[in-house]
């Protein structure tokens, strides 16, 4: 049983920064002297720095306040097959069971209809245009109404939208060029194309999906043309919005890059008891672009607190 700290706290002259780990002594399975061998062993195996305390009280939050939030198991689902991008799927798969040793259940489309989906907490929406899961979209939205945590991907967000799991504003950007020539055509088309480039985002540290930045500014990787605008309001910061002059690396045409500029690469909705959660982006783009894997896990871990 471990729980995870919204709000930053100081400890033994020491600063702990939203989303620190607390594994509580009391209440565990385990006896106390177990607890500390295995914290022992934990801290050797990962280089992760683990601190003991003997009391509760701290500057800033109370180490037993509700400013700590219980942690769920994660039972994860990816959904595959017909209509999922493959490369996505796989690249979602590899991060998840080779690199964090965390069993998933891959899900075809063809026999979502079938499947008890109340066993797992949370079910991720690879890049898909969404037509192959027409037929199983009540059975995915009651999966979030009761509790569970839907996290979608690049296109699947416009499929996610038109079936109101959540509300998005979509940009789209508009070609200025006019009367391009018939053997012009081609190139024109492939221009306004993302291909693959790396842009600049500023991030909310303290929202959950952020849990272990120390940057207010993060990389990321993207290859789809899918723009979010942000809240109207502009009451709250966005958890994730692309800078003002965001290109870092890369092509994009003039278009593009306008429609990118300020807009969002994250988004959450509550339906019912649970939560959609989606990015515009690939975050474990070919299984080498690591520094944007912690958004995903910390959906998966975190986003019940979203």
Known sequence: RAKVSLKPFKQNGKNYDYG???VPVHNQKKSADTMYILMQNLAKETGVNIDAT???????????????KVLRKPKIAVIIGDGINSYDAGEIWHLLDTRYDIPITKLDTRNIKNVDLSKYNTVILPNTSGSSLNDVKENLKT????????????????WLNTNKFIKLDFKKSKPQTKNVAFTDRSNYKGAQVIGGAIFEANIDRSHPVNFGYNSDKI?????????????????????????????????????????????????????GK?????????????????????????????????
Do not use: C, H
């Not at 509790?147 to 967000?157: A, Q, W």
């Not at 692309?242 to 969002?264: D, R, V």
């Not at 474990?284 to 986003?303: E, P, S, V």
């Open 20 to 22: 620190t780990i607390m």
């Open 54 to 68: 003997t009391t509760g009280l701290t500057e800033g939050i109370d180490l037993g306040s509700n400013n700590f």
């Open 143 to 158: 999966f979030v109404q009761n509790g569970g945590t839907l996290i979608g991907y690049r296109n699947s967000l416009k």
């Open 219 to 271: 990389a990321l990787f993207r290859n789809t043309t899918v723009f979010i605008k942000p809240d109207s309001t502009g009451t709250y910061q966005p958890a994730i919005q692309y800078a003002k002059n965001p290109l870092l690396s890369g092509y994009i045409s003039k278009e593009n890059l306008k429609e990118l500029s300020g807009s969002l690469a994250f988004k959450k909705a509550n339906l």
């Open 274 to 306: 649970g939560k959609v959660i989606v990015f515009t982006d690939n975050t474990n783009f070919r299984a080498f672009w690591y520094g944007t894997n912690k958004l995903l896990m910390n959906a998966i871990y975190f986003g019940r607190f979203m």
